[in-house]
């Protein structure tokens, strides 16, 4: 009877211990389907379906199927997360259950539907109250980019950096009015390691550290550059 107690409180640890690991885990969201699906080599969960995985949708909005994307660049690789969508004719959120830290949040986008335009969308996106991108328009940027670089891609996958100090994660996408929004996938995905926006080092001062002021903000990825080492696939962000 004596090693009841201590039974009951290596249990709860356990029990606390493995809650923090699923937490940490990544999240994958394949929207607008009813099933999951394994592209690059990590398993999507359809949101139709979640399965008991760490996130709700507030509204259960539209399903739009688009054609199969021709081959090149993004399509190649994530093309069946492209074959559907999830649109929002009125603001709704994806609720993510996460333990607090630093987060890569990855919105994938694809200008092609089957029975919607996408030139008819502009819409806003927020994590947290944090606005990420205002008047989104996709075909917008799509055309913007490959016009730089001289590309063919209809896809568009926007990455973020952000801290996320509470136990949840919500991701609003609010459409103009008249217009509606949408989103191919999701990624959540914890950054290993302490938080990057704790403090940073001083330029010229030996070693000190200062504050860093993003806490309650975020870093939008522009490029991806590996200073010294060889390509990092967003599929191993984990060697960060």
């Known amino acids: ?46 949101d139709s379906r979640p399965d008991g995985a760490n996130f709700t949708v ?32 009125a603001s709704s959120s994806y609720r993510f259950r996460v333990a607090a830290g630093s987060y890569f949040l990855r919105l994938h986008f694809s200008q092609l539907f089957s029975n919607l335009s996408a030139k008819e969308s502009v819409f806003d996106v927020t994590a947290n109250d944090l606005k990420l ?18 590309s063919t891609s209809n896809v568009i996958v926007k990455e973020y950096l952000l801290n996320v100090t509470s136990g949840k994660l919500e991701v609003e996408f609010a459409p103009d009015a008249g217009s509606f929004a949408f989103i191919n996938a999701m990624e959540v995905v914890p950054v290993p390691g302490s938080s990057v926006f704790d403090s940073v080092n001083k330029v010229g001062g030996v070693g000190l550290k200062g504050p860093f002021s993003l806490a309650d903000s975020g870093i939008e990825t522009m490029y991806r550059v590996c200073v010294g080492g060889g390509k990092i696939e967003r599929k191993e962000d984990t060697r960060l």
């Open 133 to 150: 991108i205002s008047k989104f328009s996709v075909p917008g940027e799509v055309y913007w980019r490959n016009s730089e670089i001289n």
């Open 1 to 46: 009877m004596r090693s009841f107690p201590h039974l009951l409180l290596i249990l709860v640890v356990f029990l606390i211990l493995g809650n923090a690991r699923a937490q940490s885990k990544p999240l994958l969201i394949n929207c607008g389907s009813d099933f999951s699906t394994n592209v690059d080599g990590r398993s999507w969960v359809g």
């Open 58 to 89: 507030s509204s259960p909005g539209a399903i739009a199927p688009a054609p199969k994307a021709a081959a090149g660049g993004e399509e190649d690789v994530y093309g069946d997360l492209y074959r559907t969508a999830r649109v929002f004719n």
